[in-house]
């Protein structure tokens, strides 16, 4: 069990198992792990209110919901100014085109990860974002031509 933020074996099985299929049963997980089903409904609790589970929830395909662009974008500010840096941030956690935005070290700022339907929608999400943003001093797109792996699995 989770004892002071550190995790048994049991645990890390039990949250191997549910970040494949979240929705596999409480029996089905204890016979994998080797627990009783009360071990692992009360590993369940423990873990989601240590917030090592954050969320569970549903993986789509965007192809059939009409996204058809992926793109990889590399962002560079102006300014270093933590004001600015964290308007961006909070533009981009509220932004429903952005589905990854991470804080980087090196040649940008900011790495994005941005969805949409065409390269139409693309071009208005980069004039919304970047051209009226005056913060931002360039930014560099690669589009996604192939999905080769794509997962939010962790290697437990």
């Known amino acids: 069990m989770l004892h002071g933020g550190i995790m048994d074996a049991p645990d890390r099985k039990l949250l191997d198992q549910l970040q494949r299929n979240s929705k596999v049963s409480i029996q089905s997980l204890a016979d994998t792990i080797g627990v009783s089903t009360a071990s692992v409904q009360r590993r369940m609790r423990s873990l989601r209110e240590a917030g ?3 969320r569970e929830v549903a993986i789509l395909d965007p192809k059939p919901l009409g996204l058809g662009i992926t793109a990889i ?3 560079e500010l102006e300014r270093d100014r933590l004001d600015q840096i964290d308007t961006f941030k909070r533009k981009a956690r509220e932004d429903r085109q952005v589905t990854h935005c991470y804080c980087i070290a090196g040649d940008a700022d900011f790495v994005l990860v941005v969805m949409a339907a065409d390269m139409a929608d693309y071009e208005a999400f980069t004039h919304r974002f ?3 943003d005056k913060n931002v001093r360039k930014f560099r797109t690669s589009i996604v031509v192939s999905t080769e ?4 699995e962790l290697p437990i």
């Open 73 to 75: 974008v590399a962002i």
């Open 130 to 132: 970047f051209f009226a």
């Open 149 to 152: 792996k794509a997962t939010s």
């Open 52 to 54: 090592v589970i954050q």
